[in-house]
């Protein structure tokens, strides 16, 4: 590696780059970004070296969570294109968000949170170093490495660095059906809106907080109002969608358990079977498939997905397409309510009077 030593105004800081064996011609700050140029070869930028600026006020003793830069919003694709081959040289592009930095002593040996809180003091956002590792997707159409590596709250001693992607809420379990052809995910909440938030680190008991600036792409036109009104269609038509995503999940789970009953005893199989078929026309819509659950989710997703994509003021066919879904996922929702009420207890006590193990409802999360 190199090592380089620069002056950013206020003190001198060092720091090693692990670049290929070059002449370095020049370096230049702008923000909060290193710029190293080389010799005939290219130009290479550190990203975010706030943490180097706060370094001579931090004590090699002490857990310290450094104050980050401020996080630009920006509501234009994430997909960048075709991934290059995996043999062509390549650098990586910053991943967009906040870079939250955070130092530990020693290794943590219990569970770090980081939570990113509103100006209320309202949970946006939870991530805990024990959080279950996220399952890769099955029967992707594209191949993982298109995919966005989840990231994980490091417990060992060091600096670390977490970027949050300045969306709000948990999205639930990674599976295929959250992808669409192109590998991007439709399970995170909606971008937050421009403003300060706090930043907030802890662990066995101790807290650290940081204020933190997220700012508006400056080629955006969009207004305060207009944004204000997105985030609350946005937020709103997420709420369903997950209720929808969640029902549905429920709803194939209690399916695959009257499945699982090959050998079923005369008494019991036509409530089986009964029970089988209101599933499935939950989930289907029946005799009108636009009505189903399963088509529910998917509009909503539309919906969501078309709130996010661009600053604006929700269009009127957006929302008509939200309200249309809405009403269909409300009207099964009101079926699986009163099938748990109604048909699953009789049906549980039917199989229990065979000798048979009852089903057995959890609602996922």
């Given at each position: 590696?190199?090592?380089?030593?620069?002056?950013?105004?206020?003190?001198?800081?060092?720091?090693?780059?692990?670049?290929?064996?070059?002449?370095?011609?020049?370096?230049?700050?702008?923000?909060s970004?290193?710029?190293?140029?080389?010799?005939?070869?290219?130009?290479?930028?550190?990203?975010?070296?706030?943490?180097?600026?706060?370094?001579?006020?931090?004590?090699?003793?002490?857990?310290?969570?450094?104050?980050?830069?401020?996080?630009?919003?920006?509501?234009?694709?994430a997909?960048?294109?075709?991934?290059?081959?995996?043999?062509?040289?390549?650098?990586?592009?910053?991943?967009?968000?906040?870079?939250?930095?955070?130092?530990?002593?020693?290794?943590?040996?219990?569970?770090?949170?980081?939570?990113?809180?509103?100006?209320?003091?309202?949970?946006?956002?939870?991530?805990?170093?024990r959080?279950?590792?996220?399952?890769?997707?099955?029967?992707?159409?594209?191949?993982?490495?298109?995919?966005e590596?989840?990231?994980?709250?490091?417990?060992q001693?060091?600096?670390?660095?977490?970027?949050?992607?300045?969306?709000?809420?948990?999205?639930?379990?990674?599976?295929?059906?959250?992808?669409?052809?192109?590998?991007?995910?439709?399970?995170?909440?909606?971008?937050?809106?421009?403003?300060?938030?706090?930043v907030?680190?802890t662990?066995?008991?101790?807290?650290?907080?940081?204020?933190?600036?997220?700012?508006?792409?400056?080629?955006?036109?969009?207004?305060?109002?207009?944004?204000?009104?997105?985030?609350?269609?946005?937020?709103?038509?997420?709420?369903?969608?997950?209720?929808?995503?969640k029902t549905?999940a429920?709803?194939?789970?209690?399916?695959?358990?009257l499945?699982?009953?090959?050998?079923?005893?005369?008494?019991?199989?036509?409530?089986?079977?009964?029970?089988?078929?209101?599933?499935?026309?939950?989930?289907?819509?029946?005799a009108?498939?636009?009505q189903?659950?399963?088509?529910?989710?998917?509009?909503?997703?539309?919906?969501?997905?078309?709130?996010?994509?661009?600053?604006?003021?929700?269009?009127?066919?957006?929302?008509?397409?939200?309200?249309?879904?809405?009403?269909?996922?409300?009207?099964?929702?009101?079926?699986?309510?009163?099938?748990k009420?109604?048909?699953?207890?009789?049906?549980?006590?039917?199989?229990?009077?065979?000798?048979?193990?009852?089903?057995s409802?959890?609602?996922?999360?």
């Open positions: 590696g190199v090592y380089v030593s620069f002056d950013d105004g206020d003190q001198w800081s060092s720091l090693q780059l692990n670049l290929p064996i070059s002449s370095v011609r020049d370096l230049a700050i702008e923000d970004d290193l710029v190293v140029a080389t010799h005939g070869r290219a130009f290479w930028i550190l990203d975010d070296i706030e943490p180097l600026r706060q370094l001579a006020a931090n004590s090699a003793a002490e857990t310290r969570l450094y104050r980050p830069k401020r996080a630009v919003r920006m509501t234009s694709d997909f960048w294109g075709t991934p290059l081959p995996p043999e062509e040289p390549q650098a990586h592009n910053p991943p967009r968000g906040a870079y939250l930095d955070y130092y530990l002593p020693e290794p943590a040996g219990t569970e770090l949170v980081l939570e990113i809180l509103d100006a209320r003091g309202a949970t946006l956002q939870r991530f805990s170093s959080a279950r590792p996220e399952q890769s997707p099955e029967n992707l159409p594209v191949a993982p490495r298109w995919l590596q989840p990231q994980r709250l490091s417990e001693a060091g600096m670390h660095r977490f970027v949050w992607d300045l969306h709000c809420g948990p999205t639930g379990a990674n599976t295929a059906e959250d992808y669409d052809e192109e590998g991007d995910a439709h399970w995170k909440g909606p971008l937050v809106l421009p403003g300060r938030y706090t907030k680190l662990l066995a008991g101790h807290q650290w907080t940081q204020p933190l600036d997220v700012v508006m792409d400056p080629r955006s036109p969009a207004t305060r109002i207009e944004l204000v009104q997105q985030f609350d269609w946005a937020q709103r038509v997420f709420k369903d969608l997950l209720l929808a995503r549905a429920t709803v194939e789970a209690v399916q695959a358990q499945a699982g009953f090959t050998a079923q005893p005369p008494e019991v199989a036509g409530a089986i079977n009964a029970a089988t078929k209101q599933l499935g026309d939950i989930l289907t819509g029946g009108k498939p636009t189903g659950l399963q088509a529910a989710t998917r509009a909503l997703t539309a919906a969501f997905n078309a709130l996010e994509t661009a600053d604006r003021m929700p269009p009127s066919q957006v929302i008509a397409l939200y309200h249309e879904s809405a009403a269909a996922l409300k009207a099964r929702a009101s079926e699986w309510s009163a099938f009420t109604n048909v699953a207890p009789r049906l549980s006590q039917q199989l229990r009077a065979a000798g048979l193990r009852e089903i409802i959890a609602d996922h999360q």
